[in-house]
């Protein structure tokens, strides 16, 4: 057995607390330890001064004194819960007059802002986004109806037969009028731009919208897959 654990077991060695097993096997410790038996020593003169000490009776008021305490203290705990249910009262009270008109200036907020966007954003490719025609706020322009008058096919100079698709991108005004348009694919020619010109003239589009408010920089792409022009 070490010392250290030598001396945990010495005050139950002393008031002869401890098993058969160990107590043998700390006298076997003790009679080869010397600082272990000055140890077991300390304790033995340490007992014997608690045991002159007299007793100290405790004061005889002194349940009284506990119970009024204990009283008081619930007293006190009880009045910081009302307080606090107090409190909490009157704060939900001056919020619910103040909510309906919080969430209407909220509101009215984000209306004016996105007002203020779409004035600012005019003519930006997102205000002729196809998904935002459910909301009536932003819609693209669009072919309402092409000149009544056919262009079957596409003639050269000479009058061979040239076929092919031809794709433009029209550029409106706020009328719904052309006011510009560039050729994305096909041939492109002045014979073609002349009977374009034509057929531009005579269709019908829908100039774009926004806010219900007819707005100019409308696009729309039109495809011929055969145009016939004649010189």
């Known amino acids: 057995m070490k ?10 060695y002393l008031d002869a607390a401890l098993g058969p097993d160990d107590r043998a096997g ?7 330890c010397t600082a272990c038996r000055l140890q077991l020593e300390s304790y033995r003169k340490l007992a014997v001064v608690l045991a002159g000490v007299e007793a100290s009776l405790p004061p005889p008021d002194l349940a009284v004194r ?5 009283s008081r203290e619930r007293v006190r705990r009880d009045e910081a819960r009302r307080l606090l ?27 004016a802002f996105a007002i203020v966007a779409q004035s600012l954003l005019v003519g930006v490719p997102v ?28 003639l050269g100079a000479n009058a061979s037969t040239r076929s092919g698709a031809l794709v433009v991108q029209a550029t409106l005004n706020s009328r719904g009028e052309v006011v510009n348009y560039e ?22 589009f829908r100039p774009q919208m926004s806010f219900g408010r007819p707005t100019s920089g409308g696009h729309v792409i039109i495809s011929f897959s055969e145009v016939r022009v004649t010189g």
Do not use: K, Y
């Open 3 to 12: 010392c250290r654990e030598a001396q945990r077991r010495l005050p139950g």
């Open 26 to 32: 700390l006298g076997e410790h003790l009679e080869s």
């Open 66 to 70: 506990i119970r009024v305490e204990v």
């Open 85 to 111: 249910a107090g409190s909490w009262v009157r704060f939900e009270n001056f919020l619910q007059p103040l909510a309906v008109p919080a969430t209407g200036g909220l509101l009215t907020a984000v209306l």
């Open 127 to 154: 205000g002729a986004v196809p998904n935002d025609l459910p909301t009536n706020l932003l819609q693209a322009a669009r072919l309402e109806s092409l000149a009544p008058f056919p262009a079957p096919g596409l």
């Open 183 to 204: 050729i994305l694919s096909g041939p492109d020619d002045r014979a073609v731009r002349r009977q374009l010109d034509q057929v531009l003239l005579f269709s019908r």
